[in-house]
């Protein structure tokens, strides 16, 4: 089953954007509101299948790889992530497909854009402790050491994320770009 993890994975992403785009062909293009709606809460139903098929895998007797490690960082990204990569690609579709007004931006520097990063950095931070959770609750589940010190390795491995994601908030901190003013 470790190859249909992986199929089950791409299946998962190329479904997310799918999903995605036909929801937002339907609301904005099609005036299609109620199906728009369906096609968006079909996309956290993904997840779920993924989970389902990691859980599957290994309470069939799998031992543990990058493959359940890889499923459980997709999860804890669509849980953090997953909504405000809608939001964002809803904002982008209806100013290019709406005449909607143009999409949000970070903040250029200063201050507020180090505070931008310092909360998109805590949302990494929190995606890495899902993941964490998630693997941990795997390894519990499964209760068989030697099948699941991967897993250990993979959390091990993940923190590099946030370490090195860390460089940004910094950076911004200790470095603020200067912002230009609009005044005269």
Do not use: Q
């Amino acid at each position: 089953m470790g190859c249909v993890i992986v199929a089950i994975l791409i299946g998962c992403e190329v479904g997310f954007w799918l999903l995605l785009g036909l929801g937002l062909a339907s609301r904005y293009l099609w005036n299609r509101r109620r199906l728009s709606t369906a096609l968006l809460i079909c996309v956290p139903l993904l997840d779920v299948i993924l989970l389902a098929a990691a859980v599957m895998d290994m309470r069939a007797g799998a031992t543990a790889d990058l493959r359940h490690g890889i499923a459980a960082a997709y999860l804890a990204y669509s849980i953090v992530f997953g909504h405000s990569t809608i939001r964002w690609a809803d904002a982008k579709f209806r100013h290019r497909f709406a005449d909607g007004t143009p999409p949000w931006k970070p903040p250029a520097g200063g201050m507020a854009r180090a505070r931008y990063e310092w909360i998109f950095w805590l949302r990494i931070v929190l995606a890495y402790a899902i993941a964490c959770a998630l693997l941990l609750g795997l390894i519990w589940l499964v209760n068989e050491p030697s099948r699941t010190g991967a897993l250990i390795d993979f959390m091990y491995g993940m923190l590099k994320v946030p370490l090195i994601a860390l460089l940004w908030p910094l950076s911004y901190t200790l470095w603020p770009k200067k912002v230009e003013s609009s005044g005269a």
